[in-house]
């Protein structure tokens, strides 16, 4: 969570970034310190962005709706790119497993909670099942965290790098679409 991406051009733009950027640090020394019997919590307020294109955000489209398909879309004050962050679980050896839902009320899931590879990350109702629970394992980068579907064992990917690229459920190969920063908003 320490890296810092440019967004934009504009100082004023940065500073905000680098103070978000130490929001979502504390955010994550929080989430580390807290007990899976305190999970139950509020949650925290984030925005999410690939590391193949960090001038966008992970979106729910259409914007107006609770349900749709995640999409990336350009960064902005926009409530479909805010999302709860929510501990369901601590798993042990660094991994805990999150919920994420969108200002309407629709929790990121997989479509069908299909376990095949290219399936499309949505939103949908909640329901606690395991395919709306993301595990991020902080043991391997606390920057750039891959989000693991919890239900198939695959990791959300970017099909792409533009505003409107979809994303999927696809097999772990290390890219830049399939590394995420979360940032505290």
Known sequence: MSSVHRRSGTPGRRSSIAASALAAAAVVAGVLATSPAASASAGTLVNISPQ???????????ATAALGIAVLQNDGPFLNQRWTMEQVQAL????IAFT?????????????KSKNSGAAVITRACDGS???QWIRDFSVNAT??????????????????????????????????????????
């Open 92 to 95: 042990g050896g660094g991994k």
């Open 130 to 132: 395991l395919s709306q």
């Open 100 to 112: 994420f839902t969108n200002q309407q009320g629709g929790c990121l899931d997989v479509n069908g």
């Open 52 to 62: 193949n294109a960090p001038q966008t955000a992970l979106a729910k489209s259409p």
């Open 144 to 185: 750039f965290l891959k989000l693991e579907n919890r239900n198939s064992g695959l990791v959300a990917t970017a099909d792409g790098s533009g505003s409107g690229a979809r994303i999927t459920q696809r097999a772990d190969n290390g890219d830049f679409n399939q590394r995420w920063s979360i940032f505290g908003v």
